[in-house]
Structures are given as C-alpha cells and as structure tokens.
C-alpha cells in the first residue's frame, strides 16, 4: 500500500521559515518522483517543486524560486521542502504526491496523493 504523509506546516509569520517533509512509503524515491502542490481556497492546484531520481536538477516554480528548496533523502524515504522567505500568499494546503519516474506538469497525472498539511502565513 502506498502512502504519502505530509509534516511541518503551522502558522509562521511572513518572512520567517517553515521545513515540510514527505514521508513515503510504498514507493521508492528511486523509482518515483516526489512533488509539492499548494492549494489555497477559490484557486486551483499549483505546483511548487518537484524532485526526481533521473532528473540532474529539482523543478521549482517561478512563484518560489528562491525562497523554497526541495531535497529528498533516500535512506529516510522522505522529500522536505524547506520554505524560506514565506510570504502571505503562500499560505495554502501543501500536498505532496507520486508519479512514476519523472516530474510531470499536471496535477491530474500524480497516482498518489497525502492528506495535505495547512501552511498559513501572517502578515
């Protein structure tokens, strides 16, 4: 059974740092790849970083470049997505999700999917 679960958000006010970790299990960061989406309410699913076993360097959004750094560890199966510099509109709910091999644009072609964790940012 393959599971995703997300860690780290909370409230942070703006300018300061927030670390969220993927935790996978069921797949292997060798064979997948692992990226963020953010949602944040009455806007559609926007992806942020994206980390891959094939690919030399992760995918960041232009919206973080910068800021938001993606890594993943492989002995602890786990993707973090380090966010620094956070700004209002970054508040959402973080979702980290699954697709095999590479990173791909749409949200619509990610196989598994976590809960989700809320990030809000104060001004």
């Known amino acids: 059974e393959v599971q995703l679960a997300e860690s780290g958000g909370g409230l942070v006010q703006a300018g300061g740092s927030l670390r969220l970790s993927c935790a996978a299990s069921g797949v292997t960061l060798d064979d997948y790849a692992i990226a963020w989406f953010r949602q944040a309410p009455g806007k559609e699913r926007e992806g942020v970083a994206c980390?891959?076993?094939?690919?030399?360097?992760?995918y960041i959004a232009d919206s973080v470049k910068g800021r938001f750094t993606i890594s993943g560890s492989n002995n602890e199966n786990t993707v973090r997505l380090q966010m620094n510099s956070v700004k209002t509109e970054d508040t959402a709910v973080y979702y980290c999700?699954?697709?095999?091999?590479?990173?791909?644009?749409?949200?619509?072609?990610?196989?598994?999917w976590g809960q989700g964790t809320q990030v809000t940012v104060s001004s």
């Open positions: 999700a699954a697709v095999r091999h590479n990173c791909v644009h749409g949200y619509y072609e990610y196989e598994y």
């Open positions: 980390i891959s076993h094939s690919a030399s360097r992760p």
